[in-house]
């Protein structure tokens, strides 16, 4: 019997969702191998876990330019240091649980976990091999601390599998782009006419997704006015928002619903379960560029507009998709306005991002990660 240890760190949602993924595909389709998931700063510290997920969310909701700096500081200099020295020592609490479930293999989807078992595997605690996925469209410093004991990592794109060979001086053996883990959701073939029913929209106008940024509700003033902004064009496209666990944005999404005539164009919600079945109807999609987002839209071929990176991670994945031709980003000094008249009054600009999108989409990602992983 193999045993999987799949580790992740609840900072945003998509280290747990790609875990998740892997988790699911692995037990449904291999047989004599035994799984686990774990949230490796939970595991260690339940108060450090609180603490410094808290103070994540806080600090890119509220202090995004501090939060920015922390991200860059870590890359480079001093603060790079102390994050290294620090799970060095929580390293040696982690120890604890690969002394109870001894893995053959650690399938890590955050920075912390890599560079912990990295560190196990360097002082000769631990002798499992050690898969990286990285769940972003830019690499970090941090991903890459201990990479000579990693066996295995996963990248988005081309770019980042040589940006690690050529910059971190990993193995090529070692890099694979496999596009980042996906929901087996996202090879369905969903019957769109009730898609269209569950949810009361018309077959016969274009639809967006507009994801409002959720609980860090970023930009609250700005994703109010892209909505608005939006809004009027509901004579050809119909709108599905999503304003996340956040009241605030959900009464503001609400109060431009009550104020345009053709409201039933204009749908809102707070939480969603259905998003691939929506993405599957869709034209467009409006969001923030979360790397397990971004990935959803690339598998289901839709052009982005970007809106409210957190600086750091986001804004790297939010300039690498505007290159590659499959989103707009809409920057802070921009006019809404503008930049959504000449992005949905042009067919050409459209199709030509969804023709785009073909060349990032991974469908397969979880799958041929597991296969790399369990068949080498």
Known sequence: MKKILILYAAYGGGHLSAAKSLKEYIDNNFENVETNLVDCIKYINKSLDKITTEAYKQMAKKAPWAWKRVYYHSEKGALSKISSATNKLI??????????????????????ST?????????????????????????????????????????????????????????????????????????????????????????????????????????KNKTVEVLKCLTNYLDNYQIVAISGRNPKMNAAFKEIASTVSNSSSLKIYEFIDNVPELMSISSLVVTKPGGLTITESLASALPILIINPIPGQEEENAEFLEQAGVAVWLKKDDFPNEVINKLLNSEDILSSMKDKTYNLAHINSTKNICEIILKN
């Open 115 to 219: 560079q912990m078992t990295s560190y196990l595997k360097k002082k000769g605690k631990v002798n499992c091999k050690l898969a990286t996925i990285l769940t972003d469209f830019a690499p970090h410093d941090q991903w890459l601390v201990g990479h000579k004991y990693g066996d295995y990592f996963f990248v988005s794109h081309d770019g980042m599998k040589k940006a690690l060979i050529k910059n971190f001086n990993v193995n090529e053996s070692k890099v694979f782009t496999t596009g980042i883990p996906l929901s087996s959701k996202f090879s369905f073939n969903f019957d769109k006419y009730e898609i269209y029913k569950l949810f009361e929209l018309s077959p016969e106008k274009k639809t967006i997704l507009f994801f409002g940024g959720g609980e860090f509700g970023l930009g």
């Open 91 to 112: 390293a040696r609490k982690l120890f604890h649980l690969f002394e109870e479930y001894n893995p053959d293999l650690v399938i890590s989807t955050h920075p912390f």
